[in-house]
């Protein structure tokens, strides 16, 4: 029996920088670890649930060891004691990884100007997008998550 080009499988190769592809990989497929304190971890929990869908954006597996995740979202208030966890948590993470600061405590301190609360979490630890608001409201997170996306597509 004689094979024809009709009969024979369509073999498609993708041609093009390796890097693109992995950074398309990387923003279609983020693991977040999310370090919640305070009112703001309420609002991540709204941004997961099914009427906001986080899921869509590739951000479904939420992952509760630094070792297995690629993005920290901070959400709440962070005391100086937490400090050292807080990096000591962002240093177990796989890299490259990706912090987001949610919520006015988080970025700047929010209304807790005392010795004991950190007057924002970029003393310690390097961060990707600030999301302000207090707390902010789900459609904030997911705006500031396609943020984060963009940023890693550009290779930022």
Known sequence: ???TKKNAPQMQVYLGPVDKVMRWAQKSALWPLPFGTACCA???MASVASHF???RFGAELVRFSPRQADMMIVAGTITNKQ???LRRIYEQMAKPNWVIAMGACTVSGGLFK???VLQGID???PVDVYIPGCPPRPEALLY???KLQEK???GL
Do not use: L
């Open 83 to 85: 400090a050292a966890i």
């Open 53 to 55: 869908d986080m899921s």
């Open 123 to 125: 003393k310690v630890i």
């Open 152 to 154: 890693i597509e550009k």
């Open 114 to 116: 005392s010795y004991s």
């Open 42 to 44: 309420v609002e991540f």
């Open 1 to 3: 029996m004689k094979s």
């Open 144 to 146: 500031g998550f396609m």
